[in-house]
């Protein structure tokens, strides 16, 4: 086995170095090459702010990793997963950012204008109650990963960049499969620091069930196919518990509650926001390509609860990126 994945790796490798002048002009033609410096600005400019009635449309960024390369071998797995589709990445894999390729997209953020806002500012700005900067933008990491403080804090923290941390509160401070997951002071000192808003990714929600010949998110289990969350009859009231226990706990070792979920594996459906919208969140996350508009007129809290987000991965390009951002982008388009 491991001769065979040496094999596909020197393979793939081998095709990478012919191909890699195509990556290197992809990286020059969007501007966001590995030496480029970042165009330091004094206060950022408000005179073209996005007013409330304004059609432009805010893109929120989904990161999960942010983690070092692993050597070439692993250069080689991504190269072949993204540019040849070869099975080569498992689901953590897929899921990561590299520290280089974050730190890139972040600074193509602050050269090409764009101000990182939070949630409530995007919800705000959609009610009509709230102004925005011109080229706003939300990034969010869902699980709470150690890579989130140890590489994309500081970088954030270096640009004068925020972002949202979504986290499952049962695994703080522990491992989790492949996440070595954040413990509580940390998680403090990232909130208190003004960089990250910690927000809830569930208690204990984070997993899948085989049901019905499915394997599903288990809260879509129980809301759709009548699953039984630890053997209890009602799905609400074991959704409700768990998400009232998630929110405890970040009540009590952030000192805020927090206002927004990120349901599990980027969706859920209209009965499962309703009871997020009882334990208390403002609003839901998910992972559906899409930016967010300004309310329609009238329509006031009763607006969409939902929030969609971009995927970044290990197989977003800069020309992803870019499209995201513009909110042109759509999956394997």
Known sequence: MRRRE????LTVATIAGLLMVLGIGTMVTLGTGVGERVRESASPDRSHALPADSTARVPVLCYHYVRSPGGPFHFARVF???VLSLPLLSDSQLW???VGGFERQMEYLRERGYETVTLDDVTEWQLGRRTLPPKPVVITFDDGDISVHDEAFPILQRLGLRATLFLVTSRVGSRWGDVSCLDWDRLR???RSGVFDIESHTDDLHYKVNHQRDVLPVFIAASERAYRIDGRESW????LDDLARSRLAIQLNIGRAPSYLAWPYGFANPALDRVAAQAG?????ALRAG??????????DSG???IPRYAVTARTSLRDFRAMLEGSYRPDS
Request: contains cysteine; charged residues 10%.
């Open 291 to 300: 930016t967010n508009a300004p309310f329609a007129a009238g329509q006031g």
């Open 6 to 9: 040496v094999a596909i790796a």
């Open 281 to 285: 969140f403002r609003r839901t996350c």
């Open 236 to 239: 609400r009231a074991a959704v």
């Open 304 to 306: 969409q609860f939902e």
């Open 80 to 82: 072949g997963y993204v």
């Open 189 to 191: 000192a990232m909130q």
């Open 96 to 98: 990561n950012v590299g």
